[in-house]
T-cell receptor, first 113, second 114 residues
Framework: AQSVSQHNHHVILSEAASLELGCNYS??????LFWYVQYPGQHLQLLLK??????LVKGIKGFEAEFIKSKFSFNLRKPSVQWSDTAEYFC???????????FGAGTRLFVKA | EAGVAQSPRYKIIEKRQSVAFWCNPI?????LYWYQQILGQGPKLLIQ????????DSQLPKDRFSAERLKGVDSTLKIQPAKLEDSAVYLC????????????FGSGTRLTVV
């Protein structure tokens, strides 16, 4: 069965620090990969997605993620975080051609001003 | 573009009572999803509709949960009777088709069962 693992449940960073959130999935076939973000008091929204092509995907607000097929990973990165990046981040996986999207448990990021 | 509308935003009920949630997806989106998000966990799919047909309800506790999307537009999710462990945020999402390039989520309904 598909599963998604996010390594850190809570991350605390100071502004301008670099961010990397880990995401690993278990599925042997072709996958579509997503990162969603939920800012405090707001609904989940799509940050970026990978379907095919360049494994380095750029999303909104300076975020990027790299798909490493051999490691079944899709880690989220940002070179310099801001206080406004404080949010919960969810990695999600859909098997290509499948219908069900599986979400990780989420990582809560707190950025100190 | 209007987003996914959900109501109510909050609901508190006693165990064994019934409750219903409503969702209106983005206009033209054929696929509608109900997710349950328990505190500290990621969203878990309960049921997926394609128009007014069910695509996947394998994780829906059918002894107490039911959902319908009669006209292929808005949808209701019902719990009867509720248990304490049903306390969660119930999220509705929609997408243009069944293999989405990402969902659009509503704000969710936070249910507390006491």
């Amino acid at each position: 069965a598909q599963s998604v693992s996010q390594h850190n449940h809570h991350v605390i960073l100071s502004e301008a620090a670099s961010l990397e959130l880990g995401c690993n999935y278990s599925y042997g076939g072709t996958v579509n990969l997503f990162w969603y973000v939920q800012y405090p008091g707001q609904h989940l929204q799509l940050l970026l997605k990978y379907f095919s092509g360049d494994p380095l995907v750029k999303g909104i607000k300076g975020f990027e993620a790299e798909f490493i097929k051999s490691k079944f990973s899709f880690n989220l990165r940002k070179p310099s975080v801001q206080w406004s990046d404080t949010a919960e981040y969810f990695c999600a996986v859909t098997s290509a051609g499948g219908f069900k999207t599986i979400f990780g448990a989420g990582t809560r990021l707190f950025v100190k001003a | 573009e209007a987003g996914v509308a959900q109501s109510p935003r909050y609901k508190i009920i006693e165990k064994r009572q019934s409750v219903a949630f409503w969702c209106n997806p983005i206009s033209g989106h054929a696929t509608l999803y109900w997710y349950q998000q328990i505190l500290g966990q990621g969203p878990k799919l309960l049921i997926q509709f394609q128009n007014n047909g069910v695509v996947d309800d394998s994780q829906l506790p059918k002894d107490r949960f039911s959902a319908e999307r009669l006209k292929g537009v808005d949808s209701t999710l019902k719990i009867q009777p509720a248990k304490l462990e049903d306390s969660a945020v119930y999220l509705c999402a929609s997408s243009p088709g069944p293999n989405p390039g990402g969902y659009t989520f509503g704000s969710g309904t936070r249910l507390t069962v006491v």
